[in-house]
């Protein structure tokens, strides 16, 4: 059953920002190539909705600077209280970050670039956020949003722990009101908001190293792991035996990981003639 509202399934606070860390990192390269063909420049004020640890964010302060500033929105306060201490060590102070539900946000005309990352698959009306991000964008400025396609994930050699991962993970999605294939349809989607002539390129990473990047099957499917409980999705044994399972699969160095499918979309909106 599909819920009215939607719920944010992963795991929050200090050990979602972990998570959301090592995940932004992974993900930076290219997602710098995607703000550089958008056009991403100093001077540009920015907003990341959805901005999690804001890990992206404060690498957007940088790219805007001289002269641009950044702000990231987000529910969880753990994170944000987070984002505003390394914003503080790196030295940046073109960056703020405010708590605000990205349902309930609404800016017309009031930034030169508006982001979103992994944030829409969550969302039960991504089609109005979409909307409210491209009423955002001031003329001359630009929409960006990156989102996935987890039916792009593979693995060689079979695992059972994966097969539950994915299984479950796609399930915990639709009942929280998310789509786990979201990616695919947002090309459509962006159509449906109004946002004209939109961009749009498909990165996919993959992993064999132990470590880093390859960890985050496991991290993801803990992180959901109280999601899968409360649901009913599995039992406390089966849950255990899949993360033990694919932890196996993961510290292997033989195996191969193929991550989820990022559909990058960017769209610019014409400037003001004089």
């Not at 503080?88 to 309930?104: Q, Y």
């Not at 039960?124 to 996935?148: I, N, Q, S």
Request: aromatic fraction near 8%; include cysteine; charged fraction near 25%.
């Amino acid at each position: 059953m599909i819920p009215d509202k939607e719920r944010y399934a992963i795991r929050g606070g200090k050990e979602g920002y972990e998570r959301l860390l090592l995940l932004a990192r992974e993900r930076w390269p290219e997602t710098r190539a995607l703000f550089q063909r958008a056009g991403l420049r100093p001077g540009m004020r920015c907003l990341d909705v959805g901005c999690g640890g804001g890990e992206v964010s404060l690498e957007m302060a940088r790219l805007v600077s001289p002269g641009g500033s950044v702000t990231g929105l987000d529910m969880d306060e753990v994170k944000l209280g987070l984002a505003r201490q390394a914003a503080v060590e790196r030295k940046l102070s073109n960056v703020e970050f405010r708590t605000v539900n990205a349902n309930e946000w609404n800016e017309p005309n009031g930034y030169d670039a508006v982001y979103a990352r992994f944030l829409l698959h969550h969302l039960r009306k991504p089609v109005d956020l979409l909307r409210r991000m491209w009423a955002g964008v001031r003329p001359g400025g630009v929409l960006v949003v990156e989102d996935a396609d987890f039916d792009g994930w593979c693995w060689d050699p079979p695992n059972d722990g994966f097969e539950f991962f994915l299984r479950t993970y796609r399930q915990v999605l639709l009942r929280s009101g998310g789509d786990h294939a979201l990616g695919r349809k947002l090309f459509r989607y962006a159509l449906e908001a109004g946002i004209p002539d939109p961009q749009l390129t498909v990165v996919q990473p993959q992993y064999t190293t132990v470590g880093g990047g390859k960890t985050l099957p496991w991290t993801t499917l803990e992180a959901v792991s109280e999601a899968i409980l409360s649901e009913g999705l599995a039992t406390p044994a089966e849950l255990a035996s899949a993360l033990a399972s694919l932890a196996q699969f993961l510290n292997d160095p033989h195996t191969l990981t193929s991550g989820p499918r990022i559909f990058q979309l960017w769209s610019k909106r014409e400037a003001t003639r004089a």
